[in-house]
């Protein structure tokens, strides 16, 4: 696995808002709330009626963002309606990749993969240099991972959001749960992908304490998953953090 | 959606508990031909299953039976008989078993006038060669439209582990498999002896486990995903139609985050505040789930309620 590959330890998911992406970047933001990378989202996060908006913001965010030495990726709809005109309002130079949420099969994928290569070739950005993190957020999206992941050699990440990174909010053994974790992580060890967890992916997913988001960052970890997703600032510095320290005290 | 909470399991060849098996109020009433049938007794008891169907419905439970896997086809010739909601195949090993298993049943209704595709095939995972094969095997007919937890009792023996082990699940992975399968592939969850999942400190099938233990065990079954569950003690049942139902705050609570949701939506929001908890599509479209369950629940204990009725009142 590549250096570059390991480099996002925390990606912070925010709707397109100039004036949110800019308090990120504040003065008054202390540095281990930084994440390595801000996703720029088009799908859940957004309103259905305000996605046209949100799509004329993108430009702006991602200058913003990439000038601070923040990676900026791009979460689209995986909608036939919309993914062309999310990806054609979101393909700039300094994008680093684009986020395919609730996959399920290989196909939508492989289309994806398409447009992007139509796109770079059309705004003149090399080749392939867009990479694509599939979210699977389903059983069937676990049950057909590793097609998913196999779909496009732009894949470099597969994220798990079917669960959290811990299941301690709920006092049993969740063992099934644990087990679509442990085969997320195979699968993309296999693969050669970076396993990517998720904590509180879902705006409702707020944690109680800091203990919470410490003990789910530590167990996601010994998981071994390589950083996460989190639509949560709160969690930004806990992934940071702990995800330094796997990297110092494990070999990838 | 069929509202499956508990389902019991009794031998047919006992009348005593044939005829009192309407009044257990389950959801399900497993006519049991397979381990709870002596050997010697299996051909007469086959006998009996066409009169005990309507005689174990008359409270409004479905009826299953449980066949034996080596006389599947006497079995199943002895019980597709109109009121038959499904067969309950144990020691489920192959798709090619879960195949002939439907082109029997398939031949019975025609022949019998039963709408083709009424009866389901339950099929049970109990042994290392089922958790392998889950997939193949639940996507081998279209009458495979619900899934259970892996039988703890003849899996912990083709697995060589411990059963009822209270302090550690020797099922984990076997459950896991079952449970992913089913839900990957949109099949309904049920769980074995009641729970479905491990839980610390209790036994797979201990009867002497207090009703409001129980019944709280179950609701976090039911968070994970779970919409009913087996028992073969009628104490089993009744906690089981009580810890699948969804508690009345618990429908207060989903009902308040829902309209809420609604109302936020329609505003342009995509998340707002209930009482300090933040609530988002994930949350609300849980909640709505919830609270369409509770309905169908209601629903299915009215159809009950009445029917019991009925008897009791043609009875006098």
Redesign the interface.
Known sequence: MSASKLSRRSTLLIPPVIGDVKKIFSDKTKQNDVPDAICLDLE????P??KLNARESLKECMLHISANETEVLLRVNNDMDLIQDDLKAGIWPGLKAVVLPKVESPAPVQYMDELLSKLETQRGINAGTIKIMVLIE???G??YAHEIVSASTRVDTLCVGIVDLTTNE???????????LERAVVIARVAGVQPYGTIGL?????YKDTDAWQRSVKFGISLGFKGALTAHCGAVNFLNQAFSFDRRSQKL | MKVRRGQIFFPVNIPKFVEKAWTRNADIIALDLEDAVAPDDKASARTLVKGAIPVVSKGGAEVRVRINKPLWKEDIEASIWPGLSGIIFPKAESAIEVIKLDKLVTKLERERNIPEGTVEIVPLIESAKGIRNAYEIATASHRVQSFSSVAPGDTTISLGVKSNCKDRDMLGYANAETKWVGSALGLRLDGRAGFGVFIRGLAYADFSTPEDVFVEKLALARKLGFHGGAGIHPAQVKAMIKGYTPTESEVLEARKVVEAFKRAFAEGEISCEVEGKMIDAYSASKAQDLLDFAAACAERDAEKTRLVEKVLAADK
Request: proline share 4%; glycine share 0%; net charge negative.
């Open positions: 859940d996060l957004i309103h009626e305000k389903t059983p069937k676990n049950l709920i006092e049993i053994e969740a063992a099934r749960d644990l087990y679509l879902h705006l409702s997913q707020a």
